[in-house]
Structure formats: C-alpha cells, structure tokens
C-alpha cells in the first residue's frame, strides 16, 4: 500500500491551497481515507475524514474551511483548504487503515505566513 501526499506548500494566512493523496494497492472505493496535520512541536491530530461512501466529519479548528473529497475512479483524496491561517502551518499526512495495519503517507508541508 502506498499514499502519495502532494500539493503543500507556502500560502499567505487568508489564501488556499489544495492537497492530494494518489492511493494505490488496495480497493481504493472501499476505505475511510483521514487527512491529519502535525504541527511544529505538537502531536498529530485528525483534521478531515471521509468514509468509502462519502460521508465526512472535520475538526472543530478547520469546518466551514476545509472540504475533504474523494475520487474513486482515480484512487485519490483531496483536502481543499481555504482561508487559510498560521496555525494551519503543519505536517499533512494522508491515513487508511486496512487489514489491521495503519498506513500513513508521507507528509506535506503547509506553512501559512501572516
């Protein structure tokens, strides 16, 4: 199983930015796919999810900014970010779980200037 993180970046607070998770060996359609952030010095924390069959939930810090979707016919999660602030500035990591094992991809960084 690989998650390949990409589209991080350096925005100005207020801008947006869009990430993407390219997944590959396993059914896609089938997995709950998590979006998490690590910010400097902090632990890791949940920001977005979305089941196989779309439904979503979003941390308190980012709902009405953020909007986690999902292409299944091309194996790809997607966090779109808007209004964009510098406690946003973290680690983005794409997450499934299958089989019993976690799989994390590897981070993309976010840092927002103010």
């Known amino acids: 199983v690989q998650l390949q993180a990409s589209g991080g970046g350096l925005v100005q607070a207020g801008g947006s930015l869009r990430l993407s998770c390219a997944a590959s060996?396993?059914?896609?359609?089938?997995?709950?796919m998590h979006w998490y952030r690590q910010p400097p010095g902090k632990q890791r924390e949940l920001v977005a999810a979305?089941?196989?069959?779309?439904?979503?939930n979003y941390a308190d810090s980012v709902k009405g900014r953020f909007t986690i979707s999902r292409d299944n016919a091309k194996n790809t999660v997607y966090l779109q970010m808007n209004s964009l602030k510098p406690e946003d500035t973290a680690s983005y990591y794409c997450y499934t779980r299958g089989w019993g094992v976690d799989f994390w991809g590897k981070g993309t960084q976010v840092t927002v200037s103010s």
């Open positions: 060996g396993i059914t896609f359609s089938s997995y709950a």
């Open positions: 979305i089941t196989s069959g779309g439904t979503t």
